[in-house]
Structure formats: C-alpha cells, structure tokens
C-alpha cells in the first residue's frame, strides 16, 4: 500500500478553511495543503505550486490524491491537466464528510479504496429534511 498525501484545491478559501475545520475534529492532518484561487490570483501560478507539491510527494514516494471543489472550474482543470503527465488521482465535489473520511483512513487503504470509501462518504453525508417528512414517515434522514 502506498502512502497517501492529499492536496486540496479549491475556489477561494474554501480548501483551506474546510481543512482547518476537519482539523477542529480530528486534531492536525500532516501530508496535506490547501490552496485556494482567489480573485485576482494567476491561475498558471497555482497549477506551477500544485505541480511542485505533487513532485515533491513523488520524490517521497506518495500517490497524491487531489480534490477539488467544482467540475468545470479552473481548480478542477487544474487537477485534471496533471493526471497526463503524474501518478495522481482526482476527486470532485469536496465536503466535509468525504475528508473526514479519507483523512481517517488514509494511513490504512490504498488510494483506490480511500477515493471510493471518500466518494460514498461525500455523497451519504447530503441529506434533506423538512418538517412534512419528518412529522408524517417519522424519519430522520432517509
């Protein structure tokens, strides 16, 4: 099993502040960055850090696993443009649910359960509740 470093890239700050979220819960994460494309950053100066991060993961012999916030986005492309040329693997639509889940697990899986585990964990975490469905089925979270 490889070891796992992960690199968040997001619009604005939302990487970053999601990160030191889950890190409020699960105390500090080390292998992974967050960065953020603000208004006004150059977009080939974040892709030029994001590919540095990720040589440097593979100098150290780790599979970097990116995730990102929005399909179509230049984060997103970001990511996508480096799976030609690195040994990285892409996940989209970041939320908390699936980090947590991959930050708990990624020093026991490989990378392609850690993205499946992650994947399922984003997706269940989105729930919807209102008050007619919870009064009539006497459900939560169904």
Do not use: W
Not at 81 to 97: A, E, F, T
């Amino acid at each position: 099993m490889a070891d796992v470093a992960i690199v968040i890239v997001t619009h604005g700050n939302f990487g970053k502040e999601l990160l030191k979220s889950v890190e409020m819960i699960m105390g500090e994460q080390k292998d992974v960055v967050a960065f953020g494309l603000n208004l006004g950053d150059d977009v080939e100066t974040l892709k030029e850090n994001v590919r540095k991060t990720v040589e440097e993961n593979q100098s150290l012999n780790k599979t970097t696993l990116i995730m990102v916030d929005l399909l179509g986005g230049s984060p997103s492309n970001i990511a996508l443009s480096l799976l030609k040329d690195y040994d990285v693997k892409v996940l989209v639509g970041i939320n908390m649910p699936m980090l947590i889940e991959i930050l708990s697990s990624k020093d026991y899986f490989g990378i392609d359960v850690l993205m499946e585990n992650g994947y399922k964990a984003g997706i269940e975490g989105i729930k919807k509740f209102d008050f007619y469905a919870i009064k009539v089925d006497n459900k939560i979270g169904e």
